[in-house]
């Protein structure tokens, strides 16, 4: 940050102010309605729009990103803490903090271990399936808001069907906020901001149309209940006016021992999805953000939610993109949403006492589906069989037993298929090309070999997990080969070479050489080389050797054989 | 097996006759002491070491696997169940007998999904820390019966300190017996067997005496409690005589929750160490073993166990190499095996009654002593950090939270270190050597370059674990140099790109043009670019290529700038 104040000026500044009311009249009624959905009282999501923001401004290197409540960290909460306490309860907004506290831990500890790496452990397969089902998970959740019904919480399934046994309960004035929101929503998202920008108005009011849509769908909403006066339309009702004090008095070390693993998971998905966000927006300006200190921003920015005594946050993804778009610069822009909420939480909360819960459901609904993303299933159908199946089971798993060990279970399956592929790696029998230097596979190529050479090319690094099948994959074919002299195994594809292909490879060495063959290898890389010479490898090769080339090693057996 | 015995003569006849002895021989004693290391009366050891010898013998591909109760399976047997039970009570017994039948249930299901490459997860370095920690148990576990010590059951620590504290109150009659029969075991196995050989003595003497040494030492032991006459030497005592009844009354689902994984982890255990013995010695042989068909065999063998009453077994490395070097032809010699034992319990257990359990604890000492394999880590210290630091936490994890988490943090740790490693590859940044068509490393060769030109080549296949990891070095090294136009990634170590891979080069691809940067690859190897042709991969590339060679693309790219 202390680098962009050096070149920061007022035209900066102007775009930075712009870009923070912007996203200020977004996050305050998003940040409500996602703090419904943690179940937290709707004040909550408003002081996590503060602190939070104020910590991430002054540590994050993304300039756009939009830290604050966001729709999956908010469903993980729930889905964590709705067995320990009734939500909305003192307890359960106890834990929630402690959640907060744990999340921003694990960030800081990742961040000195530099453990930024660690979420590549999930695939791309894990995080599309668990964010499609926490999307259809949220959305769910939300049509009882929208339809005015009492569904009790319950796994996914239950939820379902009890929605769907309700539905002839559903009420009418209710439904009718929730539909008038979703219609403002929808309308001023596309049609209105393009009609606005057709008609040349000024930019400053097409840009509030276009982004201010939820603003709208509040101030639509609160009309409609003041003019309805209906008993059976779910209000927010009346929030504490005044910024809460920051307090450290909730630390609970006894509930540490459950939050911790719901605790990793939202940091390790809140650090995914800011950074996902913060590098596609740093690079449409060929600018980089640094992995290792969005850790220790994002991990302030929680720590700050707990002192603020609120809910884990993390980068959204829409927000963000509308500070990117709304022409933020740097974090100021940040700075100036916070103090936007705190103004609003500081003198007018009385103004939203009539907000329609039905109208914050919308906001929701029409936030998440997007995230119901077909389009990779369908790409990784056709790419790779085992990317959609982890996709498939990573959501079905998610829906059926919950977020947590939904999202366990995928990354494992990931790591299993990974390791079945690498296990059985594509092993080519090779020969020459004609009389050139150049060796190539026999079954795709026209080449000569001789009956006394066998040349493999094995395309896979050899590590524990596929060293037996190599193994096998010779003997089996000296077995059935028995005028095979020498073996050459070509190396030009295997990155690695672990201490158990090693053994592997000495072991089978002089087995074959107890049998009368050779085993020799050919281009070995560099760095492979490197750690071999440390161990004297080619001297534990019995009667083989090391050559540098293929063609050189091929041209020198001949004249033995 | 029916292969087998269309060649089977008088000669191979008699050569498994011999071979077969010789293990009866070595089997009684050391399934007794098994037996006692699995907490379960010393008989069991005898159920243990025939139907399961037959039912391997008919469905087994390897000749000369000597199945039966071995060391380690039967310490993690007393792991699993000391928690249920009292070690030798009846429900004790009969949690072993189902323990049997999981595994041998495990290894059948294994056999008919084909897994029996889910061994591979585990690596050199997991099963040496695993077996080093495992005979270090033993062996502590053994100190009791040698030294006539009163210890109760507790982890590793608590034995230590206990067998240490309780040092002085050995008994020395027990310290006698146990002491003469390490000198029978340890004179017959080497000075004697050299002795007899040197002196031209008749074959069947001293391959008798070289292999009998277990034996003698039994003799040994019996003559010596005999003419103590001491009350304080424990002995084995009496042993039912006669067959046990084949049963399948010990089946009992309630105890499965808590045993099936203890029965899995001996299932894999007992599997790798069999499979590892038979390849070993088929190889020498010029023959192969079927991994798939040893999962039927050592299933249909632990089943064996379970029905004869008794507790898992697996194929042992000792025996085997016994077995094969007494000249076993076929698995008729584990035939003539069962029957000697069979016999052995028919008629003369009572002569067994006086058997010292300080002789059995001397032969299990000697037994796996062996197996603590220092020179592993000292090979894997010089050649991989990162190995040596599996073994050794496996080894640690072992003695200190038990084998099975043990065994189960250390695949965790082999895997984790794999994708470490993998989400990190080797990126070169290459350049033309000369005026050839060979591009390597600038910074290892002396190579010319275009300014505008960045040409890599990344080290490994590209996967969800490193995909962010290559795209990070892109963009960071774009970032640097401002003038670049064409990035060129050569992909001939590039084994395989999986869905995240993919599209996460596809929005780097348009990223860069975005940024007026074109995104080319070279050299994709056939298998990678079947699958990338099915998704259309170069369609959408934006500006960028797919060239075959390296140089043909630097050549057109350079007439391009």
């Given at each position: 940050m202390v680098r962009w104040l050096q070149h920061y000026d007022s035209s900066s500044l102007f775009n930075d102010l712009m870009a923070g009311i912007v996203v200020a009249i977004l996050i305050i009624p998003q940040g409500m309605a996602y703090a419904l959905l943690a179940g937290m009282p709707a004040e909550y999501g408003l002081y996590a729009s503060m602190l939070p923001l104020f910590c991430y401004a002054l540590l994050g290197s993304s300039r756009s990103l939009a830290v604050g409540p966001v729709a999956i960290a908010s469903l993980m909460v729930t889905s964590a803490l709705s067995e320990f306490a009734a939500p909305g309860s003192a307890a359960y907004i106890q834990a929630a903090i402690n959640l907060a506290l744990l999340v921003g831990l694990f960030l800081f500890l990742m961040h000195l271990l530099k453990l930024g790496s660690i979420v590549n452990f999930m695939s791309h397969s894990v995080i599309s399936g668990f964010t499609s089902a926490a999307a259809v998970i949220i959305a769910l959740s939300q049509l009882k808001h929208l339809l005015g019904l009492e569904i009790e919480r319950g796994d996914f399934l239950a939820s379902l069907t009890q929605t769907a046994n309700t539905l002839p309960n559903s009420d009418a004035d209710t439904l009718l906020v929730g539909i008038s929101s979703i219609m403002v929503l929808l309308i001023t998202k596309k049609p209105l901001c393009c009609l606005l920008k057709r008609a040349a108005a000024p930019s400053w009011l097409a840009e509030a149309v276009c982004k201010g849509g939820p603003m709208f769908a509040i101030i639509a909403g609160m009309v409609l209940v003041t003019w309805l006066d209906s008993a059976s339309v779910a209000i927010v009702g009346e929030i504490p006016s005044g910024i809460p004090a920051l307090s450290l008095n909730f630390i609970n070390p006894t509930l540490w021992q459950d939050l911790w693993m719901p605790a990793l998971l939202i940091a390790l998905i809140g650090y995914v999805e800011s950074v996902s966000v913060g590098t596609a927006l740093a690079s449409k300006r060929r600018e980089r953000i640094d992995p290792n200190r969005e850790l220790l921003a994002l991990g302030a920015a929680n720590i700050g939610a707990a002192v603020s005594g609120t809910f884990p946050v993390a980068g959204g993804f829409g927000r963000s993109m509308v500070n990117f778009s709304a022409g933020a610069q740097t974090t100021i822009a940040s700075l100036i949403t916070a103090v936007l909420v705190a103004?609003?939480?500081?003198?007018?909360?009385?103004?939203?006492?009539?907000?329609?819960?039905?109208?914050?459901?919308?906001?929701?609904?029409?936030?998440?589906?997007?995230?119901?993303?077909?389009?990779?299933?369908?790409?990784?159908?056709?790419?790779?069989?085992?990317?959609?199946?982890?996709?498939?089971?990573?959501?079905?798993?998610?829906?059926?037993?919950g977020v947590e060990l939904g999202i366990v279970l995928g990354i494992a399956l990931s790591i299993a298929i990974l390791l079945k592929r690498t296990s059985q790696p594509h092993i080519a029998i090779i020969g020459r090309v004609g009389a050139s230097e150049h060796f190539r596979n026999i079954e795709r190529h026209d080449v000569s070999t001789h009956p006394d050479i066998l040349i493999l090319r094995v395309d896979e690094s050899l590590f524990f997990a596929n060293t037996r099948y190599v193994e096998q994959f010779i003997l089996a074919h000296i077995a059935q080969h028995p005028n095979i002299r020498h073996t050459l195994i070509n190396c030009a594809a295997v990155n690695d070479i672990d201490a158990s292909a090693l053994e592997t490879l000495e072991n089978l060495s002089h087995q074959l050489h107890s049998e009368g063959i050779c085993l020799h290898f050919s281009e070995i890389k560099g760095p492979v080389m490197d750690r071999l010479e440390r161990v004297k490898f080619a001297d534990h090769l019995a009667c083989g050797e090391i050559f540098f080339t293929t063609d050189e090693g091929v041209r020198q057996l001949e004249t033995q054989c």
């Open positions: 103004l609003v939480v500081a003198f007018f909360t009385p103004l939203l006492t009539n907000l329609p819960t039905a109208t914050l459901a919308a906001i929701i609904l029409l936030a998440v589906l997007p995230l119901i993303d077909i389009s990779s299933l369908r790409q990784a159908w056709r790419y790779n069989k085992g990317d959609a199946l982890t996709l498939v089971a990573t959501f079905i798993a998610v829906l059926l037993l």
